[in-house]
């Protein structure tokens, strides 16, 4: 069974639900992005979710140094380390004892070609924009990456996720975990709580009670 990160958290509210329904990673924004947030934001959202270790520091194309800071100010422990960083960059954080997932944006098979020069806790794929770096709501072609086994143990499949074709993600990918942020909201940065309950259910296996709307 997957493990689930809900990514571009910007308000307590919703991190706090999205905890109580068993995500596994909450993810904040830290770099250019309609649901980037200020460190003090993300102090405000961790002390009201309260006992939870699993906050992801999402970060692109910023000096390795202010990533760092910002990480050991929060007390983070996982790095998503999202733009066009090299594997010497990673390694740096990885030393510093952060568990670092570097996200590969996925165009076409060649896509992958440099990740085995990567030492890290995990892989994000997420589909390819011209436009932005992420967040597109548009899924990529998994078939892409369905004969490559040997990232699937700590891969983190993003990219267009919705209640509607996680269930096929899941079983085309058999990913680690899966990631959604567009897909189970009503506005960028802003959660639908039905979609996160239905998405969140989905990839647990568990059904949703009658009462919930």
Request: proline share 2%; hydrophobic share 40%.
């Amino acid at each position: 069974m997957p493990k689930v990160k809900i990514c571009g958290n910007t308000n307590a509210q919703d991190a706090i639900h999205a905890k109580e329904l068993g995500a596994d990673y909450l993810g904040f924004i830290f770099c250019e992005s309609k649901r980037k947030i200020t460190i003090n934001q993300a102090k405000e959202i961790m002390d009201a979710v309260g006992a939870f270790d699993q906050f992801v520091g999402v970060f692109a194309n910023q000096p390795k140094e202010e990533v760092e800071s910002v990480a050991k100010e929060l007390g983070l422990k996982w790095l998503q380390i999202h733009g066009d960083e090299t594997s010497r960059y990673c390694q740096y954080l990885m030393e510093k004892n952060f568990r670092v997932i570097k996200t590969f944006r996925i165009k076409d098979a060649m896509s992958l070609k440099r990740i085995g020069e990567y030492d890290v806790s995990g892989f994000l794929f997420d589909t390819y924009s011209r436009d932005q770096l992420g967040g597109s709501g548009k899924s990529f072609d998994w078939s892409i990456i369905e004969d490559k086994p040997y990232v699937h143990e700590k891969l983190f499949l993003a990219g267009g996720l919705t209640i509607q074709n996680v269930e096929e993600a899941i079983k085309k990918v058999k990913p680690y975990a899966v990631d959604v942020a567009s897909g189970v909201e009503k506005s960028p940065g802003i959660k639908d709580f039905n979609l996160l309950e239905q998405f969140i259910a989905t990839v647990k296996g568990k059904k949703i009670s009658k009462t919930s709307k």
